[in-house]
């Protein structure tokens, strides 16, 4: 299991715990020690930290939230708090910062992790909600994770000769049925149960949506290439006014990382190999804008929230939300593509065990799905345990994505989990799936 249940003893939920936190932590080394000093302190992008930057900070959320908070430990280096603090840095900024050298940030995080196990030895997960089934623990698993796919992101912007490797995903073959009918009706959004759900996610609430259709698979390389090939960045009809600003003023002429040569052949690079564009995998590296002008191109739309949610939670034979697509069980390698197993999105119809129970594929892993969603609370939100995690962030230009990457870790997803950012970025492992309102062929919705 990558999170616990409420029956689970509190022996089972610390080892449990102690396991994924040393999950995650060998994804770390194993980031950092792949490049060598000169890349860790470098900034390979004004939109990225450098990597020993974001090592340190997994440290000091580390330590401020499990050595301090739940353990009750004087503080270890408080003089770097501010160094390490996102809200006070933009990451443009953090590399001209008297950071930790390399290897004084390998001894920091070691010595916050080993009095970070000394606290969960110690601590009784019970009696207050910080630790209740182990959430401050979870919450710096998911934390360092998402660092991790970070740091993943960071990799992929790093001019230079690759240093990660991983084997091939494994082939697909494209769902029977291009696109479903969700009928209309409620489900249970969000959820109240989740023991290790953020904030954000929070609390479970009836959406009623109304029928929709939604692909089975996420948009390809080979579609989006078509709409790149036919003009699709030359003409405004299918860009929102935002959006043709953007791609103007950017100068977007196809997916980050994109190249086609003489003969007009697509090449992608992809950390830091140079290879031909694979047809059937799902499209990466394309901001919401990108997506909007796509789905308009098809004559279609990108999902809301809620019909992606509904799409990938509810079961219309039961009536009720599950935890992820194909049932309550978490993610093993035969449902989805996670956990940086693979350097890339999986072709379409790779993972047909992970299917919906209407046949959506895919929903969960291989790449972000943005939405048309703004980044809001759900009714009810209350912020736990801090603001800055979730509510500073609500409202603004934001998008909401969903289902999580190749590079996400199973301890850092679910079928509620949502991430959020600005509609130019491209640098996040973002792809999407089309939508549209029913039509009378569809049938009964």
Same mark, same amino acid.
């Given at each position: 299991m990558t999170t616990p249940d409420t029956a689970t003893t509190g022996e089972e939920l610390r080892s449990r715990v102690a396991g994924l936190l040393a999950e995650s932590r060998a994804r770390s080394t194993a980031l950092t020690e792949a490049v060598d000093e000169a890349d860790l302190v470098a900034q390979h992008s004004p939109l990225m930290s450098p990597l020993v930057w974001d090592l340190a900070h997994i440290g000091s959320q580390e330590e401020l939230w499990l050595v301090r908070d739940v353990g009750g430990r004087e503080p270890l280096r408080p003089e770097i708090d501010g160094l390490y603090d996102a809200f006070q840095h933009s990451r443009s900024s953090r590399v001209a910062l008297p950071l930790l050298t390399p290897a004084e940030t390998r001894t920091y995080v070691a010595e916050v992790r080993d009095k970070a196990l000394d606290a969960l030895e110690r601590t009784p997960l019970t009696g207050r909600r910080l630790v209740e089934h182990g959430f401050a623990f979870g919450m710096i698993v998911q934390h360092e994770q998402q660092h991790d796919e970070t740091m993943l992101a960071t990799h992929q912007l790093r001019a230079g000769a690759p240093v990660l490797q991983a084997p091939a995903p494994p082939a697909g073959r494209p769902p029977a049925a291009r696109e479903v009918l969700v009928p209309g009706g409620p489900f249970t959004m969000g959820t109240s149960t989740e023991p290790w759900a953020l904030d954000n996610e929070r609390p479970a609430h009836v959406v009623d949506v109304p029928a929709f259709v939604i692909?089975?698979?996420?948009?390809?390389?080979?579609?989006?290439?078509?709409?790149?090939?036919?003009?699709?960045? #030359?003409?405004? =009809? $299918? $860009?929102?006014?935002?959006? $043709?600003?953007? =791609?103007?003023?950017?100068?977007?002429?196809? +997916?980050?990382? $994109?190249?086609?040569?003489?003969?007009?052949?697509?090449?992608? =690079?992809?950390?830091?190999?140079?290879? +031909?564009? =694979?047809? #059937?995998? +799902?499209?990466v590296h394309v901001c919401f804008h990108e997506a909007e002008a796509y789905a308009r191109w098809v004559g279609k739309r990108l999902p809301t929230e809620a019909e992606w949610e509904k799409a990938a939670r509810h079961d219309p034979t039961t009536g009720r939300s599950r935890r992820y697509p194909w049932g309550d069980e978490d993610p093993t390698p035969a449902h989805a593509n996670l956990g940086q197993r693979h350097l890339q999105p999986a072709a379409a119809g790779a993972h047909p065990l992970g299917a919906s129970p209407l046949g959506v594929q895919q929903l969960i892993g291989d790449v972000w799905e943005w939405t048309s969603s703004g980044w809001h609370p759900y009714p009810g939100f209350e912020v736990f345990p801090y603001p800055e995690y979730s509510q500073v962030f609500f409202g603004g230009d934001y998008r909401v994505l969903r289902g999580g990457s190749f590079g996400t870790a199973p301890a850092a997803i679910r079928a509620t989990f949502r991430n959020w950012d600005h509609p130019i970025r491209r640098q996040i492992f973002a792809g999407f799936r089309c939508a549209r309102d029913p039509r009378p062929e569809d049938g009964s919705a």
């Open positions: 692909d089975t698979a996420a948009v390809t390389n080979a579609e989006y290439a078509a709409f790149v090939d036919a003009g699709g960045y #030359d003409d405004p =009809r $299918w $860009w929102s006014d935002e959006g $043709w600003a953007h =791609r103007v003023s950017a100068g977007l002429v196809a +997916p980050q990382f $994109w190249q086609r040569d003489a003969s007009g052949t697509w090449y992608r =690079r992809r950390f830091g190999v140079v290879e +031909p564009l =694979r047809a #059937d995998e +799902p499209v």
